[in-house]
């Protein structure tokens, strides 16, 4: 088949028709398939299972330092937890509290304290009028909502393969003293899969923001979720760079063990300086006596080291590189005709798939329709509005290969006709 | 020795003299024991460890409704924990949220998302100027805390032995639209052990608040927690009469397994009417897309049941009646000298020890410095400020029964000695 440009319109409508009718048919067979959530599938979790029977003596719950993790107390964190943590993101056990299973809670906190109680002196952001947040678009969807509900204004930046357009972003942080944040997944990146470059990295070190409580938000959620473990993205340690920087309170850094170990059951981590800390210390101490001392007792045993969790992380690999395969195997096809381009990213979660402009609203509607549910066009930008409406975000990781491959015959065929509708127009 | 109230100036000194050099040599004795907070101890601890093996399998994994509770998902909780939960509350499932491992972060929770968001469409607390509490004292520091920090007023409500002070509460919340809510641990309360009456629990339900976003936060936190399984005592289901009064939507209810199970790795649930449920969860899916559901079933194969957990809770009355046993049997002593009263609950965690005014944080101190360590004076009271300076907590759980003999020996001799001091002036 030529490129859909180059086709005549009789031929497009030719096409068009011959795909509506191999449409019906699918659409006959009542699929029922999900490709809307970073979910991992049950033969990842099933890797993980071990763990739940890790803890057997009382030993086996008493910290190094005599702490009984079975009890109240011990805020942000038992000993071993921050040092496991501490060896993974290459910082010191006295950056890192722990949280509980969810990240995003520790974000969600980050964000609603500043904005409650303020960071550093400064005016609670609540009382500071109007607040900004830039978000590198497309970009995390539970992110965005986490400054959306507080009414802070969400102002797109448009992300390269090499991370965030930082000519922009210096622009706005080192001139608007409104601008207090920004969401970043600076490795393997939601959804794109890019990593920030080393420049990337030290720009944002380099940032002289205009207001004294600006804070990255880096979200280093895929840190170890290499695809290729032969040829893994390395991206610098933002933590590094920002003391060499001289700025070393300017960073939030998020990691979870959610997908390596079981996502609803697993520990998370805010990794920080000892100025921040104390702060978030002082202001969390408010509503939690101390996180799941337990949980993070299983996890260490689990994981023990770097190494331990690096071979275990390659289980999770090889489970999911496939399915990232059958993904860019299907879509070749929409390539060869012109319509659709995707990123092949070396490790995170998800694909972009870029269909024409004013196309991807309807690329998903019709996958829908014939039993495929993606997630929502547009849920990778601020308020969920895509300019372009082209991106789709694919997650290949929880249908099995089957189902897989069933549901991207759907993508492709939805591409397709929904390109032939707006070229025809 | 005769009531102190009776002595000669003379006989105070003689007495207070040979008190001193008791205290002397206990000093010496160079303890370090530890009353401070409401801790079970490790045999009540060791209660719990079978849990910590339940799941074995798949099997145990995977909900009655198909729910994988190893993955994301189910933002309130898997439905047999909401089963297990409604079961021991005496409510429907579909009025249980469950949480983390911490019902004091469910109330921060319910709180912050008032004063960031609003309650029924009305402004957030955090736009409405002036906002109150009422404070039922003595109390619990942590509930007077979340309020505190957020910056809203609060004011003393006196207890009863059948409840808070409910003329004033009435004329206070039916009266006053800045009055958003009080503080209510209903049964075993914290720290005095009462139990609220029929009536208290009536006109709590029958409260028409001039504030259209008041709500009762009625934190259930003892109400397994019998030291005396064969007179417990029974209050009234606030959820019912607030039904029947024609206000469903004014409470929030909380509870956990905290002291039932392992404190640091427990379950919690806030538990309300549909209406309030359908914004609690719009609004918590924020910060987090499930709580740790594994948790949710190992709590679930444990306790099966209210009978099931009843027998457990009497493992537990067996463990700790014998300590305040030994508190009463401690502070006999100094009701006999006139100067000393304390309560003595059928259930909960704690014991209010009320001096003569003006000496509990003196007799604190003095603990302090022969080392013995309670909670700071005042703690219970908003602020910490206790008006009269006379109520001790006494949280009898934690020490075992030998070094709890030797505390209560140094907070009598403590006592004494702050209350001879106070009355040779």
Same mark, same amino acid.
């Given at each position: 088949?030529?490129?859909? #440009?180059?086709?005549?319109?009789?031929?497009?409508?030719?096409?068009?028709?011959?795909?509506?009718?191999?449409?019906?048919?699918?659409?006959?067979?009542?699929?029922?398939? @999900?490709?809307?959530?970073?979910?991992?599938?049950?033969?990842?979790?099933?890797?993980?299972?071990?763990?739940?029977?890790?803890?057997?003596?009382?030993?086996?719950?008493?910290?190094?330092?005599?702490?009984?993790? #079975?009890?109240?107390?011990?805020?942000?964190?038992?000993?071993?937890?921050?040092?496991?943590?501490?060896?993974?993101?290459?910082?010191?056990?006295?950056?890192?509290?722990?949280?509980? @299973?969810?990240?995003?809670?520790?974000?969600?906190?980050?964000?609603?304290?500043?904005?409650?109680?303020?960071?550093?002196?400064?005016?609670?952001?609540?009382?500071?009028?109007?607040?900004?947040?830039?978000?590198?678009?497309?970009?995390?969807?539970?992110?965005?909502?986490?400054?959306?509900?507080?009414?802070?204004?969400?102002?797109?930046?448009?992300?390269?393969?090499?991370?965030?357009?930082?000519?922009?972003?210096?622009?706005?942080?080192?001139?608007?003293?409104?601008?207090?944040?920004?969401?970043?997944?600076?490795?393997?990146? @939601?959804?794109?899969?890019?990593?920030?470059?080393?420049?990337?990295? *030290?720009?944002?070190?380099?940032?002289?923001?205009?207001?004294?409580?600006? *804070?990255?938000?880096?979200?280093?959620?895929?840190?170890?979720?290499?695809?290729?473990?032969?040829?893994?993205?390395?991206?610098?340690?933002?933590?590094?760079?920002?003391?060499?920087?001289?700025?070393?309170?300017?960073?939030?850094?998020?990691?979870?063990?959610?997908?390596?170990?079981?996502?609803?059951?697993?520990?998370?981590?805010?990794?920080?300086?000892?100025? @921040?800390?104390?702060?978030?210390?002082?202001?969390?101490?408010?509503?939690?006596?101390?996180?799941?001392?337990?949980?993070?007792?299983?996890?260490?045993?689990?994981?023990?080291?770097?190494?331990?969790?690096?071979?275990?992380?390659?289980?999770?690999?090889?489970?999911?590189?496939?399915?990232?395969?059958?993904?860019?195997?299907?879509?070749?096809?929409?390539?060869?005709?012109?319509?659709?381009?995707?990123?092949?990213?070396?490790?995170?979660?998800?694909?972009?798939?870029?269909?024409?402009?004013?196309?991807?609203?309807?690329?998903?509607?019709?996958?829908?329709?014939?039993?495929?549910?993606?997630?929502?066009?547009?849920?990778?930008?601020?308020?969920?509005?895509?300019?372009?409406?082209?991106?789709?975000?694919?997650?290949?990781?929880?249908?099995?290969?089957?189902?897989?491959?069933?549901?991207?015959?759907?993508?492709?065929?939805?591409?397709?006709?929904?390109?032939?509708?707006?070229?025809?127009?």
């Amino acid at each position: 088949m030529k490129n859909y #440009r180059d086709l005549t319109p009789e031929e497009m409508k030719q096409e068009l028709a011959q795909l509506r009718h191999v449409y019906d048919q699918v659409k006959a067979e009542k699929l029922e398939l @999900n490709m809307a959530r970073g979910k991992p599938a049950a033969d990842q979790l099933d890797l993980s299972m071990p763990m739940l029977n890790d803890l057997n003596t009382l030993d086996d719950l008493i910290s190094e330092d005599g702490t009984d993790c #079975r009890n109240y107390g011990t805020l942000d964190g038992i000993i071993e937890a921050k040092k496991l943590i501490a060896d993974l993101m290459e910082v010191k056990p006295e950056n890192v509290f722990v949280g509980g @299973n969810a990240s995003l809670q520790l974000m969600y906190i980050m964000v609603a304290n500043a904005w409650c109680f303020g960071i550093d002196g400064c005016q609670p952001w609540c009382r500071q009028g109007t607040v900004k947040f830039l978000c590198p678009v497309p970009g995390y969807d539970r992110h965005f909502r986490i400054t959306e509900v507080f009414g802070i204004q969400l102002v797109n930046i448009p992300m390269h393969e090499d991370g965030p357009d930082m000519d922009l972003v210096e622009q706005y942080v080192n001139n608007d003293p409104t601008v207090k944040g920004i969401w970043c997944v600076p490795k393997y990146s @939601n959804p794109d899969g890019y990593s920030y470059s080393d420049e990337t990295v *030290r720009r944002f070190a380099a940032l002289k923001p205009a207001a004294k409580d600006f *804070r990255i938000f880096w979200d280093n959620a895929y840190f170890f979720h290499h695809l290729d473990f032969d040829h893994p993205d390395v991206i610098l340690n933002i933590m590094d760079e920002c003391q060499k920087a001289g700025s070393p309170d300017l960073v939030y850094e998020f990691m979870s063990t959610s997908k390596m170990a079981l996502p609803g059951a697993s520990i998370s981590a805010v990794i920080t300086s000892p100025h @921040n800390m104390d702060q978030l210390k002082h202001q969390i101490s408010a509503q939690i006596i101390s996180f799941d001392k337990v949980n993070q007792m299983r996890q260490v045993k689990f994981f023990k080291d770097p190494q331990h969790l690096a071979e275990h992380m390659k289980k999770h690999a090889a489970l999911l590189l496939p399915k990232f395969q059958t993904v860019w195997d299907a879509f070749k096809e929409l390539g060869d005709l012109g319509i659709a381009r995707w990123t092949t990213p070396r490790g995170g979660y998800f694909i972009s798939l870029y269909t024409l402009p004013g196309c991807a609203k309807r690329t998903v509607q019709l996958c829908k329709e014939a039993g495929v549910t993606l997630t929502g066009a547009g849920a990778a930008f601020p308020y969920g509005i895509d300019p372009e409406d082209s991106h789709i975000r694919i997650a290949p990781s929880y249908p099995s290969l089957d189902d897989l491959k069933k549901a991207c015959r759907v993508v492709v065929l939805s591409v397709k006709i929904a390109s032939l509708e707006k070229l025809i127009g």
